[in-house]
């Protein structure tokens, strides 16, 4: 199959590379003209584990290649695949579907012959409708399909997602176009992943669904986790003993510093605008994004306490700064509301991050970067965890406690023990954690 990727960002770029790796030839397109010249270079534009190697290696079987003009990849493509952004409207939260909209207009003029054209960015219910409309507008004679298939990979593990993926979700009506995409995703079918073919505005919805469900769990345990504070639980053994029910489940049940990310935040506010634009309301789900927003903030307080109530003229370290690990990406990452909350409260601010840093300056520019996590903490009188990456996830604690200006440790992944921080002298406030003595 011949597959045109509209849009080369963390999805498009993965899912071109696994397409193409799968055997199929692909073109990766982007308006980026600076990101397609440093990929034509080999260099991967974000960090994304083992997404160098398998673009190298499909660069080098020529099945993959990357373009900024999208006429010829498109008039050649059996399916031309949107991957643009869909980032939240400013000042109202709708999802802004200016990219999409611009890459339908732009694919229409190209088309010959029989196309589908896929969207694979998070989009409202209807916006399939929209771009058929556009495309038959622009072009009246184009033999075209348009299908959802919305794509639910993670970034940090892009690749096993798209290649193991639990599900794939396919919202298209026409026989022709279901074989089309039946045929680029048979390669999974050796995965055993499940197919799932629906109806267009299903396949829209459920990508909402299932993000603003993810997102609802993880507030729900960050909920529980401020009332097992309160009342002297431990907030990771109630997340067990719930997650081991079966009907519950494990995953997404760990407490931290609130959601954030390129996805659950604006999908969850485009959620419920969606929903208000048809007089349904999703109450739960407008809950979800109050108590998420309420709680970045409130993890500045919470380092604020932890260094005895105020930070003014104190020294913070901060770990971790993209919203999680083993990615780049900054997108509405909680260390933003954190770190901006700790500078209003008069705090100096120190970071460290594995690969974010780069990113994190245009985010963040009035703190100091350090190069390691050790000389992040030199002088701090208190130390905050936010990413979880591996690297701090067996720090040397004597090294660390010898180079803050004060042992305080706010642990908000609840990566180390509290019996280990005590016993080597720190002050330690973790997640819905019983308090431990004081070292
Ligand atoms: P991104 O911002 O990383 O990439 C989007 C790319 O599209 C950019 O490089 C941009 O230059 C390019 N672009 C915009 N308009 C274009 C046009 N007309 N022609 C060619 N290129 C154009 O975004 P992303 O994170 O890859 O997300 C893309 C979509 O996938 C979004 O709808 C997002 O919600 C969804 N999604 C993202 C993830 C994720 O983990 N990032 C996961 C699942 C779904």
Same mark, same amino acid.
């Given at each position: ?54 673009? #190298?290696?499909?660069?080098?079987? &020529? @099945?993959? +290649?990357?373009?900024? /003009? =999208?006429?010829?990849?498109? %008039?050649? !493509?059996?399916?031309?695949?949107? #991957?643009?952004?869909?980032?939240? &409207? @400013?000042? +109202?939260?709708?999802? /802004? =579907?200016?990219?999409?909209? %611009?890459? !339908?207009?732009?694919?229409?003029? #190209? ?329």
């Amino acid at each position: 199959m011949r597959i045109a990727m509209i849009g080369t960002g963390y999805v498009g770029l993965v899912s071109g590379a696994c397409f193409a790796d799968f055997g199929h030839q692909v073109t990766c397109v982007d308006k980026d003209a600076d990101k397609i010249k440093a990929l034509q270079r080999g260099e991967i534009p974000i960090f994304e584990p083992g997404l160098d190697e398998l673009v #190298a290696a499909n660069v080098r079987a &020529r @099945r993959l +290649d990357f373009t900024t /003009d =999208l006429s010829s990849p498109v %008039a050649e !493509a059996d399916a031309v695949f949107i #991957a643009v952004g869909t980032p939240s &409207r @400013r000042g +109202d939260g709708h999802a /802004d =579907l200016t990219y999409v909209y %611009a890459a !339908a207009k732009e694919i229409a003029r #190209a088309l010959t012959g029989f196309t589908v054209v896929v969207t694979k960015s998070t989009v409202p219910v209807g916006t399939g409708d929209e771009v058929e409309r556009l495309i038959r507008e622009t072009n009246p004679s184009a033999d075209v399909e348009v299908a959802s298939n919305p794509e639910f990979l993670r970034e940090g593990a892009a690749i096993r997602d798209f290649k193991w993926p639990d599900r794939i979700v396919v919202g298209i009506s026409d026989e022709r176009g279901r074989k089309v995409l039946g045929d680029i995703y048979r390669p999974l079918s050796l995965n055993q992943a499940p197919v799932m073919y629906t109806a267009r505005r299903t396949a829209e919805l459920i990508k909402y669904a299932a993000n603003a469900f993810l997102a609802t769990k993880i507030t729900f345990i960050n909920e529980i986790a401020d009332l097992a504070e309160k009342v002297g639980a431990d907030v990771q053994e109630v997340a067990r003993g719930i997650g081991l029910d079966n009907r519950i489940g494990s995953k997404f049940l760990h407490a931290g510093p609130g959601f954030g990310g390129s996805c659950f935040p604006k999908d969850t506010r485009a959620l419920v605008k969606i929903a208000q634009d048809h007089d349904a309301q999703l109450r739960i789900v407008e809950a979800v994004l109050g108590v998420n927003d309420n709680r970045k903030r409130a993890m500045a307080r919470k380092v604020a306490s932890a260094a005895g109530g105020s930070l003014r003229g104190k020294t913070v370290a901060v770990l971790g700064l993209t919203f999680k690990p083993d990615t780049d990406d900054m997108r509405e990452a909680p260390s933003i509301p954190l770190v901006t909350g700790l500078l209003d409260m008069g705090a100096r601010v120190r970071a460290h991050d594995p690969v974010g840093m780069e990113q994190a300056k245009r985010e963040l520019p009035d703190i100091e970067y350090c190069e390691d996590p050790y000389a992040c903490a030199k002088g701090a009188d208190v130390m905050v965890l936010v990413t979880e990456w591996v690297q701090y996830r067996a720090m040397d604690l004597e090294r660390l406690k010898a180079a803050m200006a004060q042992p305080v440790v706010v642990d908000l992944r609840n990566v180390y023990r509290a019996e280990d921080m005590a016993a080597h002298g720190f002050i330690y406030e973790s997640v819905g954690r019983p308090p431990q003595a004081r070292g």
